[in-house]
């Protein structure tokens, strides 16, 4: 299998070398994969960057479908859309999102471990990317990517989707209006 391009996504458009560092904010880990928590420089596949294609700060939740995806799940959260994925954001944050430059930092694979979830790889080492691009126009990445945008007063009607068959994943949370009690478990830092 060939290996996945790997990607960090940043607003700092002078990255020259990433050094592992630690997450700001700790997560909880399942038993022994607390080390993620430690020093590390952060990859995504291309095939779930739709994930990152945001303000680093912006909470967000994306779904996408598994193969054990139901059809009533389905029908409640997906509809009849023709898309990869869905990404939920906020009404505050959407002239962010809009006005927003990014950079995509691509890196080569090797000193990356695939932490075989949702396209994260992890290096304990110091990697230096292979190049960078500037993402000038958010939407448009998604749309690229297959990503439908849905913008929401707040995310909280959607705290039951991880209760689903549907892959959820929410990031920056904490910066959600009323997101209150802990945010689901997930690797992302």
Do not use: K
């Not at 909470?59 to 139901?70: D, G, H, K, M």
């Not at 799940?73 to 859309?81: C, E, P, Q, T, V």
Request: aromatic fraction near 10%; proline fraction near 8%.
């Amino acid at each position: 299998m060939e290996n996945p391009r790997l990607f960090h996504f940043s607003e700092d458009p002078n990255i020259e070398l990433f050094e592992p560092r630690p997450v700001r904010v700790a997560s909880v880990r399942a038993p022994g994969l607390e080390w993620l928590n430690g020093p590390l420089v952060w990859a995504i596949e291309a095939a779930t960057q739709g994930l990152y294609l945001f303000p680093r700060e912006c909470p967000r939740i994306v779904l996408w479908r598994t193969p054990e995806t139901t059809a009533e799940d389905l029908d409640r959260w997906w509809g009849a859309r023709d898309c990869r994925m869905i990404a939920h954001i906020e009404w505050r944050w959407f002239e962010r999102l809009r006005t927003a430059t990014i950079h995509r930092y691509e890196f080569a694979t090797e000193g990356f471990e695939d932490l075989n979830d949702y396209g994260a790889w992890v290096s304990r080492s110091a990697q230096r990317p292979i190049a960078i691009e500037a993402l000038t126009d958010l939407p448009a990445a998604m749309a690229a990517e297959g990503v439908e945008l849905r913008i929401m007063p707040n995310l909280t009607p959607l705290r039951d989707v991880w209760s689903t068959s549907l892959h959820a994943s929410g990031v920056r949370l904490r910066n959600a209006t009323g997101w209150e009690g802990p945010t689901p478990a997930l690797v992302t830092p």
